[in-house]
Nanobody, 120 residues
Framework: QVQLVESGGGLVQPGGSLRLSCAAS????????MAWYRQAPGKQRDLVAT???????NYADSVKGRFTISRDNAKKTVYLQMNSLKPDDTGVYYC??????????????WGQGTQVTVSS
């Protein structure tokens, strides 16, 4: 079973920066897309950014120009560099990855989430 473990969340002042990491563990043949989602209190989980195995990226309009998603395929890790943070960026950030096990079975897995709070 693949497991995703996020880290790097915390409390930061408006205008500050944080870097989230998400490491995948387990025997997998390939990891395709990796992504970050966030869920604010009382709201649905929304897509923040995605990155393919080839490095193509996509961002929610609300974070374009402020957030950067990247990945290290050798380490099976995805990152989210968050700059110029705003109070509206507050929420639980979840990592997602889809791929294939050596058996050929597909997976679509989620991490447990890491809290990001932007407040003065």
């Amino acid at each position: 079973q693949v497991q995703l473990v996020e880290s790097g969340g915390g409390l930061v002042q408006p205008g500050g920066s944080l870097r989230l990491s998400c490491a995948a563990s387990g025997r997998v043949r390939s990891i395709n897309a990796m992504a970050w989602y966030r869920q604010a209190p009382g709201k649905q989980r929304d897509l923040v950014a995605t990155i393919t195995s080839g490095g193509s990226t996509n961002y929610a309009d609300s974070v374009k120009g402020r957030f950067t998603i990247s990945r290290d395929n050798a380490k099976k890790t995805v990152y989210l560099q968050m700059n110029s943070l705003k109070p509206d960026d507050t929420g639980v950030y979840y990592c997602n990855a889809d791929g294939t096990y050596y058996s050929g079975r597909r997976f679509d897995s989620w991490g447990q989430g890491t809290q990001v709070t932007v407040s003065s």
